[in-house]
């Protein structure tokens, strides 16, 4: 068999001479231009020092944003979002709230019960404020906002979710900060942008759902389109402004310098209708309301089994004929009707027409049992109870509980950050903190601990 030859590797000084970076000065950081180190343009980023991928201390096992510090501007749920991971991640966070406290805090029933039996904190501010630190400050009296411009010019991170415009006659827009802490990566959460058209309005998750196009895609046909049962548009929101702060970071591992990161919860939303908006564009297609249904591939729905509902998701046409199989109906899979994936789709209602019979006899778990066993993609249609109880959840560590003082109860639980590592530790240890837990220590920043040498 004849191979393709590689082409010789490069070494680092023909690359060099040729202009181009190598890999290992990039690991060193050297600047191709001034072919200087890098050291004196990080010194305000040392977690993220590129020097440390060279020295790999294997015993570690820190948080990866352990030392990072991050300034937390920002309420209800996008950017307290990305507050909560990075808090995860071993970030230290601080969160400036007004007097009267983020609004969350009284977004119930349910509540939190103090020792003394009083209500507490609503459940939902714990959803999305775990492991930071509050801090109450008006920015209003100069004192006070001159508080926030000081743990600005030692933060790495910066989050917000003003309106736009809304933080410069107090001196605390990306401009303003900047000058005085140029590495500084300051991210904007808006409705509709720093720019464009609809940049003036006030935006909700539930308005950019519906703007976005998800509302009209979501629901069943013929019924009122229907808005995501959890505020998806602010959820994702926060994940594209958490992936913008971290490329913005590693950037600034080369540059030294920070930038302004702008997300919106139109954008965002808009952003993942993926293959719906790839329909529309190159198909020329208007997506419609399909309920549990797939535009682009079948069988991928609910099905009635004889005490209650399954999905079934098939993804190509090995697995349909495994779920043939199955159920029993080996022929289904040879008819030129369903037999490929595009002629599924073109005869959706015959085939759904033709599978029900066999899964209606079936109960829910013997159903499950003989799709699980013939590798078909298939569950429950769980409640969100039976989800958080499921013996998988519990061991992926999912729920998880935060010890915590002068509440009813000695912890508070939560669900965990979905990310593991195979060698840092995350720290989700402390809940969602007291309205100004920070106020007795002024708001300093800890020390950072040390880099290795």
């Known amino acids: 068999m004849n191979q393709r030859r590689r082409p ?19 690991l060193r950081g050297i600047d191709e231009a001034s072919r200087e180190p890098r050291a004196e343009k990080v010194a305000l980023a040392q977690w ?40 995860d991640l071993g970030a230290e966070v601080i969160k400036v709230e007004s007097p009267e406290g983020d609004e969350t805090r009284r977004w119930g029933p349910p509540f939190l019960t103090n020792a003394d039996g009083s209500a507490a904190d609503a459940a939902y501010f714990h959803a999305c404020n775990r492991g930071k630190e509050s801090l109450v400050l008006d920015f209003r009296a100069a004192q006070e906002r001159e508080r926030v411009v000081e743990l600005a010019r030692e933060a790495d991170v910066l989050i917000e979710n003003f309106k736009v415009g809304g933080l410069e006659r107090f001196g605390l827009d990306y401009t303003s900060l900047a000058r005085i802490n140029p590495a500084l990566v300051y991210c904007s959460i808006s409705g509709f942008g720093q720019d464009g058209r609809y940049a003036d309005r006030p935006g909700y998750d539930f308005v950019a759902q519906a703007m976005s196009g998800l509302m009209d895609i979501t629901g069943e046909p013929g019924r009122p389109p229907q808005k995501v049962g959890i505020a998806v548009a602010d959820i994702v929101t926060g994940l594209y402004g958490l992936i913008g702060i971290q490329a913005a970071l590693a950037e600034r591992a080369r540059s030294g310098r920070g930038q302004h990161v702008d997300v919106a919860l139109l954008d965002s939303t808009i952003g993942i209708l993926a293959n719906q908006a790839m329909n529309s564009l190159i198909g020329n297609l208007t997506p419609t309301r399909m309920g549990n249904a797939h535009p682009n591939i079948t069988p991928y729905q609910e099905f009635r089994a004889a005490d209650g509902f399954i999905v079934i998701a098939v993804g190509n046409d090995a697995q349909f004929r495994c779920l043939c199989e199955a159920l029993g109906c080996a022929a289904l899979a040879n008819d030129p009707r369903f037999a490929a994936n595009d002629a599924r789709v073109r005869n959706r209602s015959a085939l759904e027409q033709a599978l029900a019979p066999h899964l209606a006899v079936l109960t829910r778990a013997q159903a499950l049992a003989r799709l699980q066993a013939a590798r078909v993609p298939s569950g429950p249609i769980n409640t969100v109870a039976d989800a958080l109880s499921d013996p998988n959840t519990r061991a992926r560590g999912m729920v998880i509980a935060c010890a915590a003082e002068g509440y009813h109860g000695a912890s508070i639980p939560g669900l965990a950050t979905p990310i593991r590592f195979s060698r840092s530790r995350t720290s989700p240890s402390r809940p969602a903190p007291r309205l100004d837990s920070a106020g007795d220590r002024r708001g300093a920043w800890r020390p950072r601990p040390p880099v290795d040498q």
């Open 48 to 87: 993220h020092n590129p020097r440390e991928v060279i020295r790999v201390h294997s015993e570690r096992t820190d948080p990866p944003y352990a030392g990072l510090r991050v300034l937390e501007l920002a309420r209800v749920l996008a950017g307290p979002w990305i507050g909560q991971i990075l808090a």
């Open 8 to 26: 010789p590797a490069k070494s680092d000084e023909a690359r060099a001479g040729r202009g181009e970076a190598s890999p290992g000065n990039c």
